[in-house]
Structure formats: structure tokens, C-alpha cells
């Protein structure tokens, strides 16, 4: 008989049987695996969370938008049917694919409604945040992809695609061209049919579809299947080259040929600064973006290039992807430069972003294979975060300079509408795309207008008010004109305010003398409202300056009375119920009478 082996003998402890040590692995097999398993899905809900904070931040960002620049135009000129409403060129570029876009949105959100344009540009956002965070994670992991991924999502550099609905033409050719190399990675003929088509729609969104192209073309040649496969790049090429024939009107001046590199090499330069957080300036008044993105560009870019051929020289054979998205990232700028360099600077927003793209694809590409320690990731993490701070100072700003485009935008066609039985068809008007009064007047019948009722204008800040008082100033031809030999006198002008001086009333007119001393500097005024018939203004013997506001609180000049003349001011009835005010200013006694109608 055995003797019995107590618990707490070493042999109940180093003996194991057989079945309690397989136990014990299929238990360690299995919690790695799950381990293993969690990482992925703990990974994916970071990053839809960053996503859904990004979404968010983005709408907030884009409200009290509405439509800007380009988008006038296609809202007045691409409502039609015809071939030539998707094939003509916009600005060089084929834009089939966004002007179908525009077009469902002028069918069923018209122009009243822009939160469907900004859901628009803000899913394109993010879905070529998420195509870049998959093309990384796949060469450098998730820590890196994240990182990348934040920094694309939040760029602030690059609002005016991330912000500006109109630039979803660009984002979809970028994100349909990181999808066809994509499913490049995949070496069948499923991924290389569904290149194609991903080549097609880059291609038929905007320009930049070209610098794509290159960049699928030198992955399709070089690849595994060689020209074999030419049809994938070659086919969507044709099709593109067909449309140029017929279509394209870009001119290319002689001088860009010898500026393009110079353009290429700053463009480069300033979305390399941009990425880090240097970008700071890059939004319409606010200081120059020379100091900031190309002073520390210019040598981040010479630091960028000697890394990068660092890198290629350690692996040996260069990457065939890295070489497709330099050569990518090189043709888009110096295309850019050869057909823009006349009218834009290099580090414009819209060029940021692009340049930003291949600055961070060029990053996953080039740093595959390396290991990243955690006091690397500790460095990568905390100037990630500096540039990501700096850069939505931009976003932001960018949020505010197209807010208050948008108050002058719908001040402006407000009044349009106004003034729409008076206001000629051949009219225009605009702060930067000029539109047409009869062409605005047939669009707003067709899809609606974000034009502000009078109502809306009078709660709309000091500039989209002035805006206002200025446009309905030059549609009614505002001006002092001499006494006419039929005015006659009507009724006494209700005064607002008089400044630095008295006023006397007697019959249909009130006299206004300064006070005998005034501080130097400081001017007398009298402000009345316009009665609908019209004023008279008599000048007394020195100059009086005249000003006129509606909507505003500001006095916007109107002209000079002359010593002892007499002026007469008629303005014509509109659809606002807003009286007119006219400030006089004098150092000499005058008077201002109403008229009869």
C-alpha cells in the first residue's frame, strides 16, 4: 500500500499530472487568444470614438455656414440636365462625380438647408481619416495609426476641405485613390477590378485623381503582374484623356514652367510644417503664413528629404508604394504650381490637406518594420499632441472667417430680395463669386435661397448689416443730386440724434448749428430718418460730409455738399419696412427739410 502524500508536500506541488498540465496550457492558449483577440476591438472603439468626437467637433464648426464661392456658381449654372452640366471643366478640373452630388442636394435639401452639404463633407472626412488609419495600422500597427488618423482628423491647416462642403470633390478623389491601393495589397484580380473602378472615381471627382493615377500606376507596373495588368490605371486614364480633348480648358502660361519647382518645393515644405503644428495663419486675416509655415518648412523639408533617403538607403530596394506615393505627392505639386502658381500661394488650405495626406502616407510607408519603444511612443504621442492643439486653433478659425462669409453672403442676396421689383437683371453682385440678379432670382425660385428676411438681417452681426446697407445702397443708386426746380416741401424729418451741436424746427425743416467750440478732433452731426418722399439738405458755408444707414448702426459715406449748396436725396420703396437714416456733419449751421412726394 502507498503511503498517503500529504497536501502540502512538495510532490503534490512539482507533480502534476498529465491532464492538469494540458489544462493548464489550453488555459494559457486561451487567454492569449484572447488577449489577442481584445486588442483589435479595443483599438477599433478608440478610434470610432475619435471618430465620433471628430464628427461632432466638425458640425459644431461648420454651423451658421452656408453656401460660398464656387458653390454659387453651380447652384446657378449646373441645375440642367445636359452632358455639359457634368463634363465642363470647373476651374481645370472633371467634376462628374461631385456635381452629381450637388445636384441630389439641390433636389431635395434645395438652398435653404446646408446641414445636408456639411453631413456630406464631414462623412467624407472621416471616411479617408479611416482609410488612412487601416493603410497604416497594416504597416506600422495601431499605436502609430491612431496617431496619424488624429492628426489628419483634426487639421486644422487644411479647413477649407475639411469645412467647406464644396471641397468633398477632393476628398473623394484622395479617398478613392488610398482605396485602390488598398485593394492593391490584396495581388488578385478582385482587387485589381475594384482599382479600377476606385482609379475611375478619383479621376472623375477633381484633378488631384490625376497625382492618384501616378501613384497606381508606378504599383501596378512595378508590382507582382507588371503591365499585365496596364488596364487598371490604363482604361480610367483613356476615359480621362477623351474628356480632355473635349472638355478641358486649362492654359498653362510659359512663366509657370519655370516656377513649378520652386512652388513644388514650398508647397511641400509648408504641409510638412503644417502636420507638425507650424501652420498657424493660414486663414484670411490673420497674419502672414510666409514666417510660419515656410520658415520652419523650408528646413524641416531639407531635414525630411535626408531621412527619407536615410531610410531608402537602409532598406535597400525602396519600396515600390513609397516611390508611387513620392512620385504622387511630386506630380500634385508641381501641377498645381504649373496652372495655379498665377493665382494661388503655395500653402493654401486646400493644398495643406492634400500635401498632409501624402506627408502621412509617406510616414506609414516608410516606417514599416521599425520597432517603436515606449519611450519612442512617449515622444511621438506628446508631439502629436502639440500639433494637434496648435492646429484646431486653425480649425476653428477657419469655422469663424466662413460664419462671417456666410452673415455677408445672406445679407447680400437678402437684399436681392428686397429690392426684386426694382433691381435690374443684369445686376450683380458678390463679395468674392458674383452672382447675377436674374440668375439668382431664377435659382431661388427653382431650389430655394438662404437669403435673411429684413427681419433676420437687423440680428445679424455689424457686417452682414452694413453688407446689406451697402448692397441695397448700390441697387438703388443712392446719391445726392442737386435740387430739382419741382421739389417742394413736405413734412418736418423726425430726428435721431444731434452731436455736438442745436437743432431748431420750423415748418417742413430743422436747422442744426454746432456749438460754437469744440474739442479738435471732434465733429458736429445731425442724424434723421428719411421720410419716403425724400430731404433736402441746405448747406451752410463750409463742406458737410453725408453718410446713410439702414440695417446698420455705422454711417456709410454717401458724399460732400458743398458750401451754400442745396441736395436732394429720393430713394424708392422696397419690400423692408426699415426706414433710411442720413448723418450730416458740418462745422457750419445747415438744414434739413422733408419733401413732398
Avoid at 497536501?7 to 512539482?14: D, G, L, M, Y
Avoid at 487568444?33 to 471628430?54: E, I, M, Q, T
Avoid at 489628419?152 to 471641397?167: A, E, R, S, V
Wanted: aromatic share 10%.
Amino acid at each position: 500500500m502507498l503511503p498517503d502524500v500529504p497536501v502540502s508536500s512538495p510532490a503534490a506541488i512539482t507533480a502534476p499530472t498529465r491532464s492538469s498540465s494540458a489544462g493548464w496550457a489550453r488555459s494559457r492558449t486561451r487567454r492569449g487568444a484572447l488577449a489577442r483577440s481584445r486588442k483589435p476591438v479595443l483599438l477599433w472603439s478608440a478610434f470610432g470614438l475619435a471618430l465620433l468626437v471628430g464628427a461632432a467637433f466638425l458640425y459644431y464648426e461648420t454651423r451658421g455656414t452656408t453656401f460660398w464661392v464656387d458653390e454659387w456658381q453651380w447652384a446657378l449654372t449646373r441645375r440642367g440636365g445636359s452632358p455639359a452640366t457634368f463634363l465642363d471643366p470647373h476651374n481645370g478640373h472633371l467634376s462628374l462625380v461631385p456635381v452629381a452630388i450637388y445636384k441630389a442636394l439641390f433636389a431635395t435639401a434645395g438652398l435653404r438647408h446646408y446641414a445636408p452639404y456639411r453631413v456630406v463633407v464631414i462623412l467624407a472626412q472621416l471616411g479617408c481619416t479611416t482609410l488612412l488609419f487601416i493603410y497604416a495600422r497594416r504597416r506600422v500597427g495601431g499605436f502609430m495609426a491612431v496617431v496619424l488618423a488624429a492628426l489628419l482628423l483634426f487639421f486644422g491647416p487644411g479647413w477649407q476641405d475639411i469645412l467647406w462642403p464644396f471641397q468633398v470633390a477632393w476628398l473623394i478623389s484622395l479617398g478613392a485613390g488610398i482605396g485602390a491601393l488598398l485593394v492593391l495589397d490584396r495581388g488578385d484580380r478582385l482587387g485589381a477590378g475594384a482599382a479600377c473602378a476606385l482609379t475611375a472615381l478619383s479621376l472623375a471627382s477633381s484633378g488631384i485623381g490625376v497625382a492618384m493615377a501616378v501613384a497606381i500606376l508606378i504599383d501596378v507596373v512595378f508590382g507582382p503582374h507588371g503591365w499585365r495588368r496596364w488596364w487598371v490605371v490604363g482604361a480610367p486614364l483613356a476615359a480621362y484623356v477623351l474628356w480632355s480633348i473635349g472638355y478641358q480648358d486649362t492654359s498653362i502660361l510659359k512663366h509657370g514652367i519655370v516656377v513649378a519647382p520652386t512652388f513644388a518645393y514650398n508647397a511641400a515644405a509648408s504641409s510638412l510644417a503644417a502636420v507638425l503644428g507650424f501652420g498657424g495663419g493660414i486663414v484670411p486675416g490673420m497674419a502672414s503664413t510666409d514666417a510660419n509655415l515656410l520658415g520652419w518648412g523650408q528646413p524641416l523639408a531639407v531635414a525630411a528629404f535626408l531621412l527619407v533617403l536615410w531610410r531608402l538607403t537602409r532598406l535597400g530596394r525602396p519600396p515600390t508604394r513609397a516611390l508611387a506615393l513620392l512620385a504622387a505627392a511630386a506630380c500634385f505639386w508641381f501641377l498645381t504650381g504649373l496652372t495655379r502658381w498665377w493665382i494661388s500661394a503655395p500653402y493654401e488650405s486646400r493644398y495643406l490637406y492634400v500635401g498632409a495626406m501624402f506627408v502621412l502616407l509617406l510616414t506609414a510607408e516608410l516606417a514599416a518594420g521599425i520597432r517603436i519603444t515606449w519611450a519612442g511612443r512617449g515622444v511621438i504621442g506628446v508631439v502629436a499632441l502639440v500639433a494637434l492643439i496648435t492646429n484646431l486653433g486653425d480649425m476653428r478659425a477657419g469655422g469663424d472667417f466662413l460664419r462671417n462669409e456666410a452673415q455677408l453672403t445672406r445679407a447680400q442676396v437678402g437684399a436681392l430680395d428686397i429690392a426684386r421689383h426694382i433691381v435690374q437683371p443684369g445686376y450683380r453682385t458678390g463679395p468674392v463669386y458674383v452672382l447675377r440678379a436674374d440668375q439668382y432670382f431664377a435659382a431661388e425660385q427653382a431650389i430655394g435661397t438662404p437669403a435673411a428676411t429684413p427681419a433676420e438681417i437687423s440680428a445679424l452681426g455689424e457686417g452682414g448689416r452694413e453688407a446689406a446697407d451697402k448692397e441695397l445702397a448700390a441697387i438703388h443708386n443712392l446719391r445726392l443730386m442737386p435740387r430739382a426746380p419741382s421739389a417742394r416741401l413736405g413734412t418736418a424729418i423726425p430726428v435721431d440724434a444731434a452731436t455736438r451741436g442745436s437743432t431748431v424746427a420750423h415748418g417742413a425743416c430743422t436747422s442744426f448749428a454746432p456749438e460754437p467750440f469744440t474739442a479738435s478732433g471732434a465733429v458736429a452731426s445731425l442724424s434723421v430718418a428719411v421720410p419716403a418722399a425724400g430731404l433736402l439738405l441746405r448747406n451752410g458755408q463750409a463742406p458737410a460730409g453725408v453718410g446713410y444707414r439702414r440695417f446698420g448702426t455705422t454711417f456709410q459715406p454717401l458724399g460732400t455738399v458743398g458750401p451754400g449748396a442745396q441736395a436732394e436725396l429720393r430713394i424708392g420703396p422696397d419690400l423692408a419696412a426699415q426706414p433710411w437714416h442720413l448723418q450730416v456733419s458740418s462745422s457750419a449751421p445747415f438744414s434739413v427739410c422733408g419733401l413732398a412726394p
